[in-house]
């Protein structure tokens, strides 16, 4: 955080824009999580912004390609940064928007399935999964408020 709040203010580059899909299973209050390809870590569907599509469409279409999932685009609950490693050693700042999406159906055949995992978990042992500090944030938010009802 310090060190992105010192590159803004020396004049470093803007985030990249990424956008991602925290997908939820309504009827028991779980998230799904996924492991990413490179370092096997905890995750939740994450991508690029696609030409011709909203950001909310995009996070679906990574949903689906990352864990199978079969949904319509969910409401942006927040953003969260991380550095984004690159081959050359370095990261690039990104800020992720993320959508909630209710999952309607979970494929087993699906673009990437056989270099992830998934696995359904509660929102507060999801935040303890995952590694950005916003994006626990967000999903002990959840929790509390899936808590309240």
């Not at 050693?89 to 992720?96: A, E, Q, S, T």
């Amino acid at each position: 955080q310090i060190r992105r709040n010192l590159g803004r203010l020396m004049g470093a580059r803007q985030p990249a824009l990424q956008v991602a899909a925290l997908c939820l299973d309504a009827a028991t209050g779980r998230v799904l999580l996924i492991t990413s390809r490179g370092t096997g870590r905890w995750i939740i569907p994450k991508g690029w912004p696609m030409p011709g599509r909203s950001l909310a469409e995009a996070a679906l279409e990574e949903a689906w390609e990352e864990a199978g999932v079969r949904a319509r685009p969910g409401t942006e609950i927040g953003q969260y940064h991380y550095d984004k490693m690159q081959d050359r050693g370095f990261g690039i700042p990104v800020v992720v928007h993320v959508f909630l999406t209710v999952v309607d159906a979970l494929a087993d055949d699906f673009p990437e399935q056989g270099s992830r995992e998934r696995q359904w978990v509660d929102p507060a042992r999801a935040a303890t999964m995952v590694a950005e500090p916003e994006l626990a944030a967000i999903l002990r938010g959840l929790g509390r408020l899936a808590a309240a009802r």
